[in-house]
């Protein structure tokens, strides 16, 4: 199946710092990308919906000038927190469609940390 | 806001046996995608089945679809504890490379060797 990639796996910073999330997809091109959000035990929150070449669509409730996000190219969409807070400390999963029938693609996340 | 709703919300087998999981939505959908997630790892899709399918079979996977009920389950037949993970069920409106996947809470699979 098609591969989506997001970098970093992991990562931790300090409060107050921003954060730049990621999300490849490697043999596909993807005019759309999800980013989810998941607290532990917790199912996936949708985020955002990341249009290429246009600005993101929100979910309610998701601040978008916390967390930014760039879908510049048919193969990359970054999400970053901005000043980011313990709170925001989270799993975060971007996807990417690979066809008309609604199947997508996941990365494999990224844990953020905020200390 | 969250659509499907699975249960069990956790569920330990050992390994051989049948696992059945059920999912509920409330809106009408295109179609109907199991995913399983791995601790602290992405999602892989297991199966997607349309509103106009009532069962379809992959492996060791089964899903059936009630639209009526508005329901579906998962039986993965067989267990083995390398199935051990959470699985999500996830709807889907309208179809399209552009469509919202709206996931269930999800059921932890505990398959004990």
Redesign the interface.
């Known amino acids: ?1 098609a591969v ?1 990639s ?1 970098h970093p796996s992991r990562v931790i910073c300090k409060s107050g710092t921003s954060v730049k999330i990621e999300c490849r997809s490697l043999d596909f091109q ?3 990308m ?1 980013w989810y959000r998941q607290f532990p ?6 985020m955002a ?1 990341s249009n290429e070449g246009s600005k993101a669509t929100y979910e309610q409730g998701v601040e978008k000038d916390k967390f930014l996000i760039n879908h510049a190219s048919l193969t990359l969409s970054t999400l970053t927190v901005t000043s980011a807070h313990p709170e925001d400390s989270s ?1 975060y ?1 971007c ?1 990417a ?13 990224s ?1 953020l940390t905020v200390l | 806001s969250q659509q499907g709703e699975e249960d069990p919300q956790a569920l330990s087998i050992q390994e051989g046996e049948n696992a059945t999981m059920n999912c509920s939505y409330k809106t009408s959908i295109n179609n109907l995608q199991w995913y399983r997630q791995n601790s602290g790892r992405g999602l892989v899709h297991l199966i997607l089945i349309r509103s106009n399918e009532r069962e379809k079979h992959s492996g060791r996977l089964r899903v059936t679809l009630d639209t009526s009920k508005k329901s579906s389950s998962l039986l993965i037949t067989a267990s083995r504890a390398a199935d051990t993970a959470s699985y999500f069920c996830a709807t889907v409106y309208a179809p399209g490379a552009n469509s919202k996947l709206t996931f269930g809470k999800g059921i932890t699979l505990s398959v004990r060797p």
């Open positions: 199946g989506v997001q993807a005019t759309t999800f035990k917790q199912s996936l929150m949708l919906t799993f999963i996807s469609g690979g066809g008309n029938t609604g199947e997508l693609f996941f990365g494999e996340g844990r």
